[in-house]
């Protein structure tokens, strides 16, 4: 019998490009989205799945600030989670929660009554 060792999964070696990391983040958004440890730990996969010291020299943050803040232990402000976004080619946006369904269309009689 023959004994594999497994190593831990670490997502930065599947984030390869805008698609992943796009499909990445709304999942990390839908699963833990209020808890900003969280996201900020995903945005820290992200960095380093894309280079930790270019995004460090992108944004002119140092890459132990860096580190320190997308740890999921950090607290990054906001300007930081933009600094970041813009580096790594990402856009912050928000949509509603709960988006109501699409109205139908209404008719209207020929008197343009509806």
């Known amino acids: ?58 944004t002119g943050i140092s890459r132990e600030g860096l580190n320190k803040a997308l740890s999921g232990e950090g607290n990054p402000t906001l300007d930081t989670i933009l600094k970041v976004a813009k580096a790594l080619g990402l856009r912050l946006s928000f949509q509603p929660r709960n988006a109501p369904a699409e109205k139908a269309p209404r008719e209207l009689t020929a008197a343009g009554e509806e």
């Open 1 to 58: 019998m023959t004994v594999e060792t497994l190593r831990p999964f670490d997502p930065a070696e599947v984030l390869t490009n805008e698609i992943r990391i796009t499909e990445y983040l709304e999942a990390v958004m839908d699963e833990g989205g209020d808890d900003p440890a969280f996201v900020a730990h995903a945005l820290g996969v992200v960095a380093r799945a894309r280079n930790m010291s270019q995004l460090a020299r992108d």
